[in-house]
Protein backbone atom coordinates (compact mmCIF):
# COMPACT_ATOMS: atom_id res chain seq x y z
CA UNK A 1 0.00 0.00 0.00
CA UNK A 2 1.50 3.56 -0.62
CA UNK A 3 0.78 6.92 1.01
CA UNK A 4 1.47 10.41 -0.11
CA UNK A 5 4.78 10.42 2.45
CA UNK A 6 5.80 7.00 3.14
CA UNK A 7 5.33 2.97 1.87
CA UNK A 8 4.01 0.46 4.06
CA UNK A 9 6.76 -1.78 5.18
CA UNK A 10 6.97 -5.66 4.33
CA UNK A 11 5.00 -7.59 6.48
CA UNK A 12 8.68 -8.64 8.36
CA UNK A 13 8.82 -4.71 9.89
CA UNK A 14 12.19 -4.55 7.01
CA UNK A 15 13.24 -0.77 7.18
CA UNK A 16 16.20 0.85 8.25
CA UNK A 17 19.54 2.31 6.43
CA UNK A 18 19.61 1.25 2.97
CA UNK A 19 22.03 -2.09 2.23
CA UNK A 20 24.17 -2.37 -1.14
CA UNK A 21 21.21 -3.22 -4.12
CA UNK A 22 18.61 -1.17 -1.95
CA UNK A 23 17.81 -4.01 0.21
CA UNK A 24 16.53 -2.92 3.80
CA UNK A 25 19.13 -3.40 6.64
CA UNK A 26 18.14 -5.40 9.41
CA UNK A 27 16.17 -8.66 11.11
CA UNK A 28 12.82 -9.88 10.39
CA UNK A 29 10.86 -9.32 13.54
CA UNK A 30 8.06 -11.32 14.08
CA UNK A 31 7.06 -12.20 17.79
CA UNK A 32 3.76 -10.90 19.43
CA UNK A 33 5.38 -9.01 21.96
CA UNK A 34 8.37 -7.80 23.10
CA UNK A 35 10.61 -6.37 25.64
CA UNK A 36 12.88 -2.75 25.57
CA UNK A 37 16.12 -4.79 24.76
CA UNK A 38 14.89 -6.80 22.37
CA UNK A 39 13.26 -3.55 20.29
CA UNK A 40 16.29 -2.26 21.06
CA UNK A 41 18.86 -5.07 19.30
CA UNK A 42 16.55 -5.43 16.46
CA UNK A 43 16.60 -1.71 15.89
CA UNK A 44 20.32 -1.67 16.29
CA UNK A 45 20.24 0.99 19.41
CA UNK A 46 20.02 1.14 23.00
CA UNK A 47 17.44 0.65 25.71
CA UNK A 48 18.38 4.39 26.95
CA UNK A 49 17.43 5.62 23.31
CA UNK A 50 13.97 4.02 23.60
CA UNK A 51 13.09 5.45 26.86
CA UNK A 52 14.00 8.74 25.32
CA UNK A 53 12.39 8.73 22.64
CA UNK A 54 9.23 7.08 24.76
CA UNK A 55 9.92 10.38 26.60
CA UNK A 56 9.68 12.74 23.58
CA UNK A 57 6.54 10.81 22.58
CA UNK A 58 7.88 9.36 19.74
CA UNK A 59 7.09 5.86 21.32
CA UNK A 60 4.32 4.46 23.33
CA UNK A 61 4.53 0.81 24.69
CA UNK A 62 2.34 -1.03 26.84
CA UNK A 63 3.24 -1.94 29.91
CA UNK A 64 3.16 -5.58 31.87
CA UNK A 65 1.08 -6.20 35.17
CA UNK A 66 4.85 -6.18 36.84
CA UNK A 67 5.88 -2.63 35.03
CA UNK A 68 7.99 -3.56 32.02
CA UNK A 69 7.62 -1.90 28.74
CA UNK A 70 5.93 -4.80 25.90
CA UNK A 71 6.31 -3.04 22.29
CA UNK A 72 4.20 -4.29 19.30
CA UNK A 73 7.02 -6.02 16.33
CA UNK A 74 6.03 -2.82 14.63
CA UNK A 75 7.48 -0.55 17.39
CA UNK A 76 11.23 -1.97 15.52
CA UNK A 77 10.33 -0.33 11.94
CA UNK A 78 9.39 3.25 14.18
CA UNK A 79 12.35 3.19 15.99
CA UNK A 80 14.49 2.28 12.86
CA UNK A 81 12.64 5.13 10.98
CA UNK A 82 13.50 7.46 14.03
CA UNK A 83 16.89 7.14 14.16
CA UNK A 84 17.01 7.17 10.28
CA UNK A 85 15.65 10.54 10.34
CA UNK A 86 17.57 11.80 13.23
CA UNK A 87 20.58 10.14 11.44
CA UNK A 88 19.67 12.73 8.47
CA UNK A 89 20.07 16.10 10.60
CA UNK A 90 16.32 16.32 11.61
CA UNK A 91 16.38 17.15 15.63
CA UNK A 92 13.82 15.45 17.95
CA UNK A 93 11.45 18.27 16.91
CA UNK A 94 11.09 17.70 13.23
CA UNK A 95 10.48 14.18 13.86
CA UNK A 96 7.51 15.23 15.64
CA UNK A 97 6.21 16.33 12.59
CA UNK A 98 6.67 12.92 11.04
CA UNK A 99 4.59 11.08 14.00
CA UNK A 100 2.08 10.12 11.89
CA UNK A 101 4.32 8.94 9.31
CA UNK A 102 6.50 6.62 11.66
CA UNK A 103 4.78 3.30 11.58
CA UNK A 104 5.24 3.54 7.33
CA UNK A 105 8.57 2.96 5.28
CA UNK A 106 10.90 6.23 5.04
CA UNK A 107 11.25 6.90 1.52
CA UNK A 108 14.25 7.05 -0.05
CA UNK A 109 13.93 10.54 -1.46
CA UNK A 110 11.31 12.89 -0.22
CA UNK A 111 9.76 13.98 -3.41
CA UNK A 112 8.99 12.23 -6.69
CA UNK A 113 8.75 12.38 -9.99
CA UNK A 114 7.59 15.86 -11.56
CA UNK A 115 8.30 17.10 -7.49
CA UNK A 116 4.82 15.36 -6.04
CA UNK A 117 6.02 14.07 -2.38
CA UNK A 118 4.41 14.86 1.07
CA UNK A 119 4.67 18.69 1.57
CA UNK A 120 5.21 18.08 5.28
CA UNK A 121 8.67 15.89 4.71
CA UNK A 122 9.65 18.25 2.16
CA UNK A 123 9.54 21.59 4.26
CA UNK A 124 10.66 19.97 6.86
CA UNK A 125 13.93 19.02 4.96
CA UNK A 126 14.45 21.75 3.53
CA UNK A 127 14.23 24.11 6.02
CA UNK A 128 16.60 21.50 8.01
CA UNK A 129 19.06 21.68 5.03
CA UNK A 130 19.25 25.25 5.34
CA UNK A 131 20.13 25.61 8.90
CA UNK A 132 23.04 22.55 8.02
CA UNK A 133 23.83 24.75 5.46
CA UNK A 134 24.40 27.94 7.75
CA UNK A 135 26.43 25.69 10.35
CA UNK A 136 28.59 24.26 7.50
CA UNK A 137 29.44 27.91 7.05
CA UNK A 138 29.70 29.01 9.87
CA UNK A 139 32.80 26.72 10.28
CA UNK A 140 34.33 26.81 7.33
CA UNK A 141 34.58 30.87 8.19
CA UNK A 142 36.19 29.86 11.78
CA UNK A 143 38.21 27.10 9.83
CA UNK A 144 39.43 30.53 7.77
CA UNK A 145 40.18 32.62 10.52
CA UNK A 146 42.39 29.45 12.25
CA UNK A 147 44.26 28.95 8.77
CA UNK A 148 45.34 32.74 7.88
CA UNK A 149 46.71 32.73 11.92
CA UNK A 150 48.98 29.90 10.80
CA UNK A 151 49.69 31.18 7.62
CA UNK A 152 48.05 28.01 6.13
CA UNK A 153 45.49 29.45 3.97
CA UNK A 154 43.87 26.92 2.05
CA UNK A 155 45.28 23.98 3.68
Given at each position: ??????????????????????????????????????????????????????????????????????????????????????????????????AD???????????????????????TA??????????????????????????????
Open positions: MTVACGRRSDAGGHAGPLEAGGRRAGPRVTMASMRISDVARAAGTTPRALRWYEKEGLLSPSRTSAGYREYDPGAVLRVRNIRELLALGFTIEDVRAFLLDLRVPDRFAGPGGTGCAVALERRRLAVLDERVAAVTRVRDLLAERLAEPGR
